[in-house]
């Protein structure tokens, strides 16, 4: 049981380092980039590579997705500071969110149908399917 928190404990540290590392080589190099986006970038290329297998964070990783709704209740009760705003622009947001889902929507239906296309059409040239 202790080995099993002591692991998970491991595997947050280790996350935790990489989100670190990502604050600070945005803040040392001044990049337009934040910098958990950064620590993202720097976990994916250390799982990519396997210098981390996966293992290694999975669990902690798992953990923290599956109570990733808890993370925006802050997020949400801050939101109330400014019902002043929402009143005055809420049509102008909503109309954006509407706007920016619908082309989002379009965006990923056309490359989905696109790349559906392409490979049926590289199925047709093998000789073993019929079209």
């Known amino acids: 049981m202790w080995r099993d928190y002591s692991l998970l404990i491991f595997q947050l540290f280790l996350l935790w380092l990489i ?10 190099f001044n990049l337009s980039l934040p910098g958990n ?6 976990l994916v290329s250390l799982l990519a590579s396997g210098i981390i297998p996966l293992k290694f964070v999975e669990r902690a990783a798992n953990l923290l997705i599956k109570h990733l709704a808890f993370f925006f209740i802050p997020i949400a009760v801050g939101l109330m500071n400014f019902g ?5 622009h809420g049509l102008i947001l909503v109309l954006g969110l509407i706007i920016s889902t619908g082309i989002g929507m379009f965006i990923t239906g056309f490359i989905s149908q696109y ?8 199925d047709c040239g093998d000789t073993s399917n019929s079209c």
Not at 19 to 28: C, K, P, Q, T, W
Not at 115 to 122: N, P
């Open 19 to 28: 989100n670190e590392a990502g604050y600070l080589l945005v803040n040392v």
């Open 37 to 42: 986006v950064m620590a993202m970038l720097i």
């Open 84 to 88: 002043e705003f929402f009143l005055q």
């Open 115 to 122: 790349l559906a296309k392409k490979k049926e059409g590289a």
